[in-house]
């Protein structure tokens, strides 16, 4: 068979491959717990969500390879005609070998709350806190498709909740926007900005509410793209079930208590279990990058070398003043010669073994950061 003919089949099987994933909702379906998008669960906070808009995001880099297409899926709460909830899903369809990249949604910047659970050369997983200006942007298609929709009523703020979680193959970028009234019991007035949140009880208490959601909800995004969630409904971040700071251990606790009373554990696994589950401390481990990496190992490594160097120009020069002249002298040289060398190396030779996928990929999103 000729090349092109080789290639024509194929893009022809893999449009075949995608299209169920796509069609498996249509605008105006009613879900509920969870939707699949690019063949990966996305879970859903407890309650009906309509299908408001589908369609693709654009994305044009090569260096990434293969990856179909971003499908995007808006989906929508009501209260009358006011929409009070909408969830914004974006997700590759085939598999990628070299990694997603980053978000500069998960830069510090000026977001309530900004963790990141682990980032490496391929994977990552972050969630962040923040006022959303809904009118700020054109937003995704599936959004714009949403706003055409007459009588739609949208609130001016919207706090939001975002997750990006990504490996080597796949990517989930999830974002649920909530109107602020719902978290604090009614309209809030003002800008939303950081001070004027700390300096409000009502919208600070919304922030953290939604903030203890997130933190006790990401562990769903996690299973959810690998396709392990089992219908198991999620709370509205109102109705949560945890208000601590450990919602992953609340949420933990939960869990086992529910296998005991299925008589999935025995007592004495059930109480060694919550024991254990008490004392977990979530991961949240972020990279400080080169230098301050090479800084912080020639810090410790000077501590014990410098008193090698003292002690050996003393035994050579009796002095002293001499003594510590010498030792800081080789301080301050080799400090720098020890930075630097680490770097190059980092650079260049250690990333010949590893990969690191160090690129910024973001899509149109609903609203704008206020």
């Not at 959601?213 to 109705?239: C, K, T, V, Y």
Request: contains cysteine.
């Amino acid at each position: 068979m000729h090349p092109m003919a080789w290639a024509v089949t194929a893009l022809v099987l893999a449009t075949l491959s995608i299209a169920p994933a796509i069609g498996k909702v249509t605008v105006g379906a009613r879900v509920s717990d969870q939707v699949t998008v690019g063949q990966k669960q996305i879970p859903l906070p407890a309650g009906e969500w309509t299908v408001t808009g589908i369609g693709v995001q654009p994305l044009d880099m090569p260096e990434i390879g293969a990856f179909g297409t971003i499908e995007n899926l808006v989906l929508t709460r009501r209260s009358g005609d006011r929409i009070v909830a909408v969830v914004e899903i974006n997700a590759n369809a085939v598999p990628v070998n070299d990694g997603w990249g980053r978000t500069r949604s998960c830069e510090r910047g000026s977001q309530f709350i900004l963790v990141t659970r682990y980032r490496s050369g391929w994977d990552l997983s972050c969630l962040f806190v923040r006022a959303t200006a809904s009118g700020g942007a054109e937003g995704p298609p599936a959004w714009r498709a949403m706003q055409a929709e007459a009588g739609a009523v949208l609130p001016d703020t919207w706090l939001t909740a975002g997750f990006r979680m990504s490996d080597r193959q796949d990517l989930v970028d999830v974002r649920y926007h909530f109107d602020p009234a719902l978290l604090a019991g009614g309209a809030i007035a003002g800008t939303w900005d950081a001070d004027a949140v700390r300096g409000d009880p009502r919208k600070l208490h919304a922030a953290e509410a939604l903030t203890i959601w997130a933190m006790g909800f990401d562990g769903r995004i996690e299973r959810g793209i690998r396709n392990q969630l089992q219908g198991e409904s999620a709370p509205m971040p109102m109705q949560a079930h945890f208000r601590s700071e450990t919602p992953q251990v609340d949420g933990k606790l939960l869990a086992l208590d529910r296998l005991y009373a299925a008589g999935a554990l025995t007592a004495t696994e059930y109480v060694l279990q919550q024991r254990r589950a008490l004392v977990e401390i979530p991961a949240v481990i972020e990279n400080p990058g080169g230098l301050p990496l090479a800084m912080q190992k020639n810090i410790s490594f000077r501590v014990f070398g410098s008193t090698v160097d003292y002690a050996l120009a003393f035994i050579v020069t009796l002095s002293n003043p001499l003594s510590t002249y010498i030792t800081a002298s080789i301080v301050a040289i080799h400090s720098v010669i020890f930075v630097l060398n680490d770097n190059y190396w980092e650079d260049h030779f250690a990333r010949q073994s590893t990969r690191d996928a160090n690129r910024i990929i973001d899509f149109a999103y609903i609203g704008a950061m206020e």
